[in-house]
């Protein structure tokens, strides 16, 4: 007689949580041949001095574990960086954790300020990983729309989605997937409402330097009263073309800091050594014109993509940031957006995401998102086949 298994089920969350469509549409683009705008992988080419720096910290056998808030040559240099580009003053020692990616950032934030039961605001669209991360934590996304195409704060919704259970705000500027930065009047009507309900404002800031014909990253941590309320959450991935190597970091007050760096540690460990020691000399070594050559690349790359979709029958949402589009494909057959994309990469040979993916249920279904982080020759081949076909 066989043992019984009425005990070996699934957690109550894990039918809720399937596969990211992003990863899916990798699958299936891997698996035609076609040109991947579907995952922010961010091909493009890493600095040499990044490159190299992690090479010769292997070679020099830093290939052990680091501290759990990361080796100290990255976490001040990323506080030189905070002063230097977002007019914000950290301590490296007390309030600067190095994070395996901003994703685990987030995960470890949550664990340690959040309860099962919370609420916390998203504003919609929204990163994916956002909201699962959440449920997955037991904690209950509440989701507020921004207004359709300008992606604008609508702060009557905001104020409306506040319940008792509200502990928290995410903000994700300039955002993924819709390419918006909030302005600073935004930001200080968000900071307003976290400080007349006390709650803490987490930000996702990864895409900080690819913001676009002069509009201004502003970190929500620099306004008057947030310091202590808000955990800021950013990486070197986007920034370095190193999504792989799983280097973030996150800013908080000292008195958050051990909580957050405990989960962290409990989770991952820390992040790859020698990778932490790529990111400190691509740090301390890139001039500052470097990071405002992206701006100046990127531009190009979404003008490249944005004409591209227009020719095609598309409509873009023109993004002032990060590195992804928005478009309207109403044109495309398909009976919804999953249908619209995998008649696109059949079609055209192109992969993009279901706009569904960043919306609540019944929203985005004529929407799809694509990446232009990817190295010219590849954009634009992607730009050839979306206006002529394979």
Known sequence: MGTATVNLRLSKIAPNLVQSEIRAMTVECDRVGGVNLAQGVCDTELPTPVADGAIQAIQDGYNIYTRLDGI???????????????HLTVNPNSEVLVTSGATAGFYAALMALLDPGDEVVLFEPFYGYHLNTLTALRIQPVTVPLVWGSWALDLDRLRAAITPKTRAIVVNSPSNPSGRVFSRAELEAIAAVAEQHDLFLF????????VYEGTEHISPATLPGMAERTISISGLSKTFSITGWRIGYLTASARWMPSIAYFHDLTYVCAPSPFQYGAAAGLLQLPVSFYTGLATEYQAKRDLLCSALAAAGFTPHVPAGAYYVLADVSSLPGGSAKEKARTLLRERGVAAVAGTAFFSEGSGENLLRFCFAKRDEELQRACDLLQNGR
Do not use: C, G, V
């Not at 990255?74 to 977002?86: G, M, Y």
């Open 72 to 86: 100290a040559p990255l976490r001040e240099a990323i506080a030189d960086k905070l002063h230097r580009d977002n």
């Open 203 to 210: 930000t996702d800031e990864i895409y900080e330097y690819f």
